[in-house]
């Protein structure tokens, strides 16, 4: 698996103002916005791209266009419904499917509550948007989720993760083609699951319900 923790400024300013508990729903939504469409930059590093033929003002010239079958983007509900306009902002050509995870109360175990997704992924990219990779439960199971419909390779970004789910996605993916995209690497989870110095809820902050 390979796991990219961005750096870079414009980021870390982002992340700040998201971090801050004054920070109202409207702006939180902006920047969240923001925020992906800069780590979607990297997470689309390795998009499959073919060659075209076009024709400048002065010449012929071969460029790229993004290839077949077309990216599949996948925000996990709720949450990850907020990162969906950055994500399509960079990438417009993509398909978008939904998948819905929860946690079983009595046995913990996350279960898909919600889906429209292809049936069959075979050969497709998958983007999933998950904004926070806390326990790696709901992660863990999307990606397994769309590995066994088929996928070819899931790049996961998160805006925060703590290292306790990263390992965690690390260790379930074994040798499976993942890529994770962090705009941070958190210190811990506290014994409420919540990714500290974190954001608080990232659904209830996107949402208005705090
Ligand atoms: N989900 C959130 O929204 N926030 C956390 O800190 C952990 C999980």
Not at 57 to 74: D, Y
């Amino acid at each position: 698996m390979r796991v990219h923790v961005a750096d870079h400024p414009l980021i870390t300013h982002k992340l700040t103002v998201l971090r801050d508990k004054r920070t109202p729903s409207p702006v939180f939504r902006q920047l969240t916005e923001e925020l992906i469409t800069l780590l979607a930059y990297e997470a689309t590093r390795n998009v499959r791209v073919e060659d075209i033929e076009i024709e400048t003002p002065v010449t012929t010239t071969v460029g790229v266009r993004i290839g077949e079958p077309r990216p599949l983007v996948v925000p996990i509900l709720r949450a990850g419904l907020g990162m969906l306009d950055g994500m399509v902002k960079l990438l417009p050509t993509a398909e978008v499917g939904f998948l819905g995870m929860a946690r079983n109360e009595e046995t913990l175990q996350p279960y898909t509550y919600a889906e429209r997704l292809p049936e069959d992924l075979s050969d497709r990219q998958c983007f999933v948007l998950d904004p926070m990779l806390a326990t790696g439960g709901s992660l863990g199971a999307a990606i397994d989720f769309l590995f066994a419909r088929g996928a070819q390779d899931v790049t996961a970004i998160c805006i925060l993760a703590a290292p306790e789910g990263l390992a965690k996605i690390e260790e379930q993916v074994g040798d499976r083609d993942v890529t994770l995209v962090l705009g941070a690497l958190d210190e811990r989870l506290n014994e409420k699951g919540y990714i500290v110095p974190g954001l608080g809820d990232a659904g209830d902050r996107l949402y208005g319900t705090v």
